[in-house]
Nanobody, 123 residues
Framework: QVDLVESGGGLVQAGGSLKLSCVAS????????TGWFRQAPGKEREFVGR????????NYADSVKGRFIISRDNTKNTVYLQMNSLKPEDSAIYYC????????????????WGQGTQVTVSS
């Protein structure tokens, strides 16, 4: 497993942008698929998007497609989530997670999780 720490959350108005960072320590993140997930109060944790180990492929949930972009800089052991055109329904705790799966990982395949960062979008 790898230790992950998210940062960059905060309060933003609807239509605004935030960029979250996920930094790995202990082990290099370059061997891990990295995913972003979120959980709003009273709701289950849901998939936001994921990126392959080399950053060549990204997948997104339909709810964020076209607004969120995941990227990674393996030289900095960091994965990013750029969030644009934010909506109040994007408010949640955002988590990054790592998986060493050899195939496209589902949520259950991610076994390294950060502590989360709060994102609040006001209307």
């Amino acid at each position: 497993q790898v230790d992950l720490v998210e940062s960059g959350g905060g309060l933003v108005q609807a239509g605004g942008s935030l960029k979250l960072s996920c930094v790995a320590s202990g082990r290099t993140l370059r061997h891990y698929w990295t995913g972003w997930f979120r959980q709003a109060p009273g709701k289950e944790r849901e998939f936001v998007g994921r990126i392959t180990v080399n950053g060549a492929i990204t997948n997104y949930a339909d709810s964020v497609k076209g607004r969120f972009i995941i990227s990674r800089d393996n030289t900095k052991n960091t994965v990013y989530l750029q969030m644009n055109s934010l909506k109040p329904e994007d408010s949640a705790i955002y988590y990054c997670a790592g998986s060493r799966s050899t195939i496209t990982p589902m949520m259950a395949d991610f076994d390294s999780w950060g502590q989360g960062t709060q994102v609040t979008v006001s209307s």
